[in-house]
């Protein structure tokens, strides 16, 4: 299935994208205070916003107010927060993966890196590796596996002819499944237990392990994976419409997508470093984004981000609330969520997941 530039059906309308944008930004806020009310401790709307305020402006809370601060504040308020920005990262490389391939169907894990990643953080949670870096193992270990992988799968797509979509597909495809045996015999070969359970969990996607210092350097590579995106959307639109048609406007195909491949892969492995493999919101958020807003990418990488973003609040909440006090892996949330979702998109809305 190609990702063309081709005219929508007649009927289609598009949105225009600034109050869309406003609407957004205000939805991403009202779920930011949701998803820091909301749990399975209940607090007060009221006592949330003023212990929210006092986190911010730095005040100071009463002793009464210790216990709950340290939730809201401590626990709740950077998981939201990291949430939002690992599903505005997320929407934004699945809008450039599906540029990199001209696959409609292409996700951020189409390229096999967040398989990759498994097998770091598995080797950290099931056997202890990198034990000197403290609470930092899992992230470095996942990071660095991450980019291992995106160096194999480019060394093994790249060829005397370039870099093709269709090599890198192939090849991100079948080594993703070779990681994933690497992480099945590492599941098999570690003692039963705790262990077991929370290399399911990150295999699945979790944000339970999000503390503030994890939010500064994955909000860091997002943004600066959103800016050079957005810079480079009208070479992406040239993209899309094949590689002669690119040539000709002056737009080198191989070498944007040997950008858009570092790009995708820093952004990719820094996220699932600190979430784990949450699936579907890369593949589906640009697809819902361009039947409102039409297939150019200045206006999707314009909305997606905050779509993602509002997506994987709402599904972290429900991960946390739907079978509390036990958790549910966020990416369960995001498949019973996006597999219903992309399917009625499909049959009400084809001609924009087909390109015609």
């Given at each position: 299935?190609?990702?063309?530039?081709?005219?929508?059906?007649?009927?289609?309308?598009?949105?225009?994208?600034?109050?869309?944008?406003?609407?957004?930004?205000?939805?991403?806020?009202?779920?930011?205070?949701?998803?820091?009310?909301?749990?399975?401790?209940?607090?007060?709307?009221?006592?949330?916003?003023?212990?929210?305020?006092?986190?911010?402006?730095?005040?100071?809370?009463?002793?009464?107010?210790?216990?709950?601060?340290?939730?809201?504040?401590?626990?709740?308020?950077?998981?939201?927060?990291?949430?939002?920005?690992?599903?505005?990262?997320?929407?934004?490389?699945?809008?450039?993966?599906?540029?990199?391939?001209?696959?409609?169907?292409?996700?951020?894990?189409?390229?096999?890196?967040?398989?990759?990643?498994?097998?770091?953080?598995?080797?950290?949670?099931?056997?202890?590796?990198?034990?000197?870096?403290?609470?930092?193992?899992?992230?470095?270990?996942?990071?660095?596996?991450?980019?291992?992988?995106?160096?194999?799968?480019?060394?093994?797509?790249?060829?005397?002819?370039?870099?093709?979509?269709?090599?890198?597909?192939?090849?991100?495809?079948?080594?993703?499944?070779?990681?994933?045996?690497?992480?099945?015999?590492?599941?098999?070969?570690?003692?039963?237990?705790?262990?077991?359970?929370?290399?399911?969990?990150?295999?699945?996607?979790?944000?339970?392990?999000?503390?503030?210092?994890?939010?500064?350097?994955?909000?860091?590579?997002?943004?600066?994976?959103?800016?050079?995106?957005?810079?480079?959307?009208?070479?992406?639109?040239?993209?899309?419409?094949?590689?002669?048609?690119?040539a000709a406007l002056g737009v080198p195909p191989d070498r944007l997508r040997r950008e858009l491949f570092v790009v995708t892969a820093a952004v990719t492995g820094t996220v699932v470093a600190v979430s784990g493999a949450i699936?579907?919101?890369?593949?589906?958020?640009?697809?819902?984004?361009?039947?409102?807003?039409?297939?150019?990418?200045?206006?999707?990488?314009?909305?997606?981000?905050?779509?993602?973003?509002?997506?994987?609040?709402?599904?972290?909440?429900?991960?946390?609330?739907?079978?509390?006090?036990?958790?549910?892996?966020?990416?369960?949330?995001?498949?019973?969520?996006?597999?219903?979702?992309?399917?009625?998109?499909?049959?009400?809305?084809?001609?924009?997941?087909?390109?015609?």
């Amino acid at each position: 299935m190609s990702l063309t530039t081709a005219p929508r059906a007649e009927g289609t309308r598009r949105i225009p994208v600034p109050p869309l944008l406003l609407g957004l930004a205000l939805a991403l806020l009202a779920s930011l205070v949701c998803g820091v009310a909301l749990g399975a401790t209940g607090i007060g709307w009221g006592r949330v916003l003023r212990l929210l305020w006092a986190g911010l402006s730095g005040g100071s809370v009463g002793a009464d107010d210790a216990g709950a601060y340290t939730i809201v504040w401590e626990i709740r308020f950077p998981r939201v927060v990291l949430a939002a920005v690992v599903g505005a990262g997320l929407a934004a490389v699945g809008v450039a993966v599906q540029a990199l391939v001209r696959n409609a169907l292409a996700d951020p894990f189409v390229l096999g890196i967040s398989s990759g990643a498994a097998v770091g953080a598995n080797a950290v949670i099931l056997f202890g590796a990198l034990a000197g870096l403290g609470v930092w193992a899992l992230s470095f270990s996942a990071f660095v596996s991450a980019l291992a992988a995106t160096a194999l799968v480019y060394a093994v797509a790249r060829s005397p002819l370039g870099l093709s979509p269709l090599r890198l597909v192939l090849t991100g495809t079948a080594l993703a499944y070779g990681f994933q045996a690497v992480t099945t015999v590492m599941v098999f070969g570690a003692e039963r237990g705790e262990a077991a359970r929370s290399a399911m969990m990150w295999l699945l996607g979790s944000l339970g392990g999000a503390t503030w210092p994890k939010v500064p350097l994955v909000a860091v590579t997002v943004l600066a994976g959103l800016v050079w995106l957005g810079v480079r959307a009208g070479a992406l639109d040239a993209l899309a419409m094949g590689d002669e048609t690119a040539a000709a406007l002056g737009v080198p195909p191989d070498r944007l997508r040997r950008e858009l491949f570092v790009v995708t892969a820093a952004v990719t492995g820094t996220v699932v470093a600190v979430s784990g493999a949450i699936g579907f919101v890369g593949l589906m958020v640009p697809h819902l984004v361009r039947m409102l807003v039409g297939a150019s990418h200045a206006r999707v990488l314009a909305v997606a981000p905050l779509a993602g973003a509002v997506l994987l609040v709402w599904a972290d909440l429900l991960s946390r609330l739907l079978l509390a006090p036990t958790e549910l892996p966020v990416g369960v949330v995001t498949a019973a969520l996006g597999v219903p979702a992309f399917l009625l998109l499909m049959r009400r809305g084809g001609h924009a997941l087909a390109g015609r």
